[in-house]
């Protein structure tokens, strides 16, 4: 059975956002290794009920291993854009608290043989769900043009250009097939003086990944899915790691909180909009402790919402 070590970042402060309806449901759309799904069913009562999806294989085969002997969980091998049709599937119309950790897990950066890691060689994969598209697919065939423009749009890459030449240059010569091929490639084509900053391969890894899983395309989308997927007085947590997630979190949290729309000139309103949701705190970071202990929540951030209407 494979282990998931993974350390969930913002832990209490997550658990106390979603205000677990002991009583109710409560969807984690990042399952994993099941640390936040095990802290949400200390808290519900022999009527509440816990989904736990996931896109790994892996983490559904530990989570199974985990909880599925518990009769109030439910494990689903998903992508959480698929929410809806997943609870239209368990005849579930609504749910009192939804969280998403984004991001891929410390267990997928560390197990070598997922092709995550710059610091490891193994297949240069990147599928969370192994299955569909896999990075070395992506740099093994894209024009120069698209490898650029993911650098730049996923991995905020200002050395893009020189990167994706440098993969078609040497993919010409043979594939480009594991980890630590694509890290040197990288590596060789940043400029000496911009090394010190961390490793040269970072931002390229971060862009693939994202890319090959489709964790920015569809993302304010999926946060639609699951704030409609909220009764009234529901909660949404969500945890992002970097600042194009956190973007979109903000904004697309933002816009259930718009009301009336209507011209300011306009003496009483006509468009009848109201605010859905009210953000329930200012965005949340680790403090001194965690920092010291889990290196992984530097950029953690979480947000929280809560529905106000249906």
Known sequence: ??????????????????????????????????????????????????????????????????????????????????????????????????????????????????????????????????????AADLVNTLPEDALRKILYDYGEEKFAPRIAAAIVRQRQNAPIVTTLQLADIVSAAYPAAARRGGHPARKTFQALRIEVNGEIADLATAIQHMFHSLRPGGRLAIISFHSLEDRIVKNTFASFTVGCTCPPEFPVCVCGKKPQGKICFKPKTAGEQELAENQRSRSAKLRAIEKIIT
């Open 1 to 134: 059975m494979t282990e998931f070590n993974h350390v969930p970042v913002l832990f209490h402060e997550t658990i106390e956002a979603l205000k677990v309806n002991p009583d109710g449901v409560t969807v984690d759309c990042t399952a994993g290794g099941g640390g936040h799904s095990a802290a949400v069913l200390e808290r519900l009562s022999d009527k509440g009920r816990l989904i736990c999806l996931d896109r790994d294989p892996d983490a559904i085969a530990v989570l199974q291993n985990r909880f599925g002997a518990d009769k109030r969980v439910t494990i689903v091998q998903e992508n959480y854009g698929n929410l809806p049709a997943v609870l239209a599937s368990l005849s579930i119309p609504a749910v009192d608290s939804i969280l998403a950790d984004l991001g891929v897990s410390s267990f997928q950066l560390d197990e070598a043989s997922r092709g995550f890691s710059f610091h490891h060689d193994a297949p240069l994969d990147m599928r969370m769900s192994k299955t569909g598209v896999s």
